[in-house]
């Protein structure tokens, strides 16, 4: 192998080591929703201070079951404050937020109610495990 080539090589060796790298550091976290409005106000919570802490972290909230609840419109928690607006604030900084629409179904719930922030997967839990076992996302149940 000729100097030149040698040199090429190990250029575009080290530039891939250093992207795959920087892709492995990328903190990526799937918030687990189940339990209805409460849980959604601690969850929310919870990813705003996590985002405070790390704004590069990439975050999914699944959410299925009572879980869902806080993703359907006119949603508000305990003291009538609407979920939508932190549904927003949270989409708006990258947050993605995915409905078990088995959950749908069960519930009787028109899909047009959700928000638009939420985006329907076919069943929740299997959602949650694709995430946690083939896109390497840490789990976290508020």
Same mark, same amino acid.
């Given at each position: 192998?000729?100097?030149?080539?040698?040199?090429?090589?190990?250029?575009?060796?080290?530039?891939?080591?250093?992207?795959?790298?920087?892709?492995?550091?990328?903190?990526?976290?799937?918030?687990?929703?189940? /339990? +209805?409005? $409460?849980?959604?106000?601690?969850?929310?919570? &919870? %990813?705003?201070?996590?985002?405070? @802490?790390?704004? *590069? !972290?990439?975050?999914?909230?699944?959410?299925?079951?009572?879980?869902?609840?806080?993703?359907? /419109? +006119?949603? $508000?928690?305990?003291?009538?404050?609407?979920? &939508? %607006?932190?549904?927003?604030?949270? @989409?708006?900084? *990258? !947050?993605?937020?995915?409905?078990?629409?088995?959950?749908?179904?069960?519930?009787?719930?028109?899909?047009?109610?959700?928000?638009?922030?939420?985006?329907?997967?076919?069943?929740?839990?299997?959602?949650? @495990?694709?995430?946690?076992?083939?896109?390497?996302?840490?789990?976290?149940?508020?």
């Amino acid at each position: 192998m000729s100097m030149r080539k040698a040199l090429q090589f190990m250029v575009l060796f080290f530039a891939f080591a250093a992207g795959t790298a920087f892709a492995a550091d990328t903190i990526k976290v799937v918030y687990h929703f189940s /339990e +209805g409005l $409460e849980q959604a106000s601690r969850g929310l919570n &919870n %990813i705003k201070n996590h985002l405070a @802490a790390e704004p *590069g !972290v990439k975050i999914v909230a699944v959410a299925y079951g009572p879980g869902i609840n806080f993703l359907v /419109e +006119g949603a $508000e928690d305990k003291n009538k404050n609407p979920y &939508n %607006i932190n549904v927003e604030e949270l @989409a708006a900084k *990258g !947050v993605e937020f995915r409905v078990c629409n088995n959950t749908l179904t069960a519930f009787k719930i028109d899909k047009n109610k959700l928000l638009p922030q939420a985006t329907i997967v076919p069943a929740g839990v299997a959602e949650i @495990a694709k995430l946690q076992a083939k896109e390497g996302y840490a789990y976290l149940k508020p």
